[in-house]
């Protein structure tokens, strides 16, 4: 495992776990591209997952959670066939030390190159990963044969392009974003309908809440959530 360390001004990756003999390690309460002392200190990549590796970790729960900010390309890339199984779990990527902007990555989590059956966040508050501040997407899938990937509860937000990116033909099965069509509230229930087309497999629609629904959220200027 890695643990309790600083990472910063690689030319390359921070952390690069390769090859399919690299299955079972964990990686926690580091951080990456910023030092104990919150000061910037880029890596080209922050986490790289490649080669088949696969079952790895890397954070678990914000009490293990990894600081992952202030890389230039992504803090953390899943890439490769047989690159499965991964968790992503109670990180904190993009944002800095203390929690605010300023020390974003070039992109949050990007799934690439027929990497599969990775998990990006959980079911729980302690599993979610909070990605914000990021230049691109927060979370970006690509790939025709890059499938099986789940991102399920985490905090994406203030990223400068999508919340969560299906980029390209086939990626995740080429699962298009769900259409919400209406909502209701009675001020104790919400009532939505809408659609989602789901290929080959069933797929889950997770619906999530702002902090303050009382107040006046404007649509997000992509035209999709965040």
Do not use: H, W
């Not at 390209?168 to 259409?179: F, L, M, T, V």
């Amino acid at each position: 495992a890695i643990r309790n360390i600083a990472i910063t001004n690689f030319a390359s990756a921070a952390v690069y776990i390769k090859g399919s003999s690299a299955t079972g390690n964990a990686v926690e309460s580091n951080r990456i591209g910023i030092s104990m002392a919150g000061a910037s200190g880029p890596n080209l990549y922050g986490v790289v997952i490649a080669g088949g590796a696969a079952n790895n970790t890397i954070g678990g729960t914000t009490a293990t959670k990894n600081v992952i900010s202030a890389n230039t390309n992504s803090g953390v890339m899943i890439t490769d066939s047989g690159t499965n199984g991964n968790y992503i779990r109670g990180n904190s990527i993009g944002p800095t030390a203390s929690g605010g902007s300023g020390s974003g990555n070039g992109a949050g989590i990007k799934i690439m190159n027929s990497a599969q059956g990775n998990f990006i966040g959980g079911t729980g508050a302690a599993q979610e990963n909070t990605v914000a501040f990021n230049t691109g997407a927060g979370v970006d899938v690509s790939g025709a044969a890059t499938d099986f990937n789940q991102a399920g509860r985490n905090l994406v937000y203030s990223n400068g392009g999508n919340g969560i990116q299906l980029d390209g033909a086939g990626a995740n099965n080429n699962i298009q974003p769900p259409a919400i069509s209406t909502v209701d509230y009675d001020g104790v229930d919400y009532d939505i309908t809408g659609a989602a087309a789901c290929p080959a497999y069933p797929c889950a629609v997770e619906l999530f809440l702002v902090d303050n629904p009382a107040a006046a959220v404007a649509a997000d200027s992509s035209g999709s959530g965040e």
